[in-house]
């Protein structure tokens, strides 16, 4: 029977520093896609904004009708 050496790099400190090196890489993505989906909330946002005034704009009457009601 032959006992193999264990390897220093598998001690219980060694995959604790692993496994906090990969949940600060992991937070990091995480980080980076709240960033990304927060950009994306703002142009979705500021595209409705623009949708609903051209839907606005284009319900208002256009030439005679609207200077009548004006004149309301």
Same mark, same amino acid.
């Given at each position: 029977?032959?006992?193999?050496?264990?390897?220093?790099?598998d001690t219980p400190a060694c995959r604790i520093a692993v496994l906090e090196q990969?949940?600060? !890489?992991l937070? *990091?993505? +995480? %980080? =980076?896609l709240r960033v990304t989906l927060a950009k994306r909330n703002d142009e979705?946002? $500021?595209l409705s904004a623009? !949708?609903?005034? *051209?839907? +606005? %704009? =284009?319900?208002?009457?256009?030439?005679?009708?609207?200077r009548l009601l004006?004149? $309301?």
């Amino acid at each position: 029977m032959t006992s193999e050496t264990p390897d220093p790099r598998d001690t219980p400190a060694c995959r604790i520093a692993v496994l906090e090196q990969q949940n600060r !890489l992991l937070l *990091a993505q +995480a %980080e =980076a896609l709240r960033v990304t989906l927060a950009k994306r909330n703002d142009e979705i946002t $500021r595209l409705s904004a623009l !949708l609903l005034d *051209a839907d +606005a %704009e =284009a319900a208002k009457p256009a030439g005679l009708l609207a200077r009548l009601l004006k004149r $309301r």
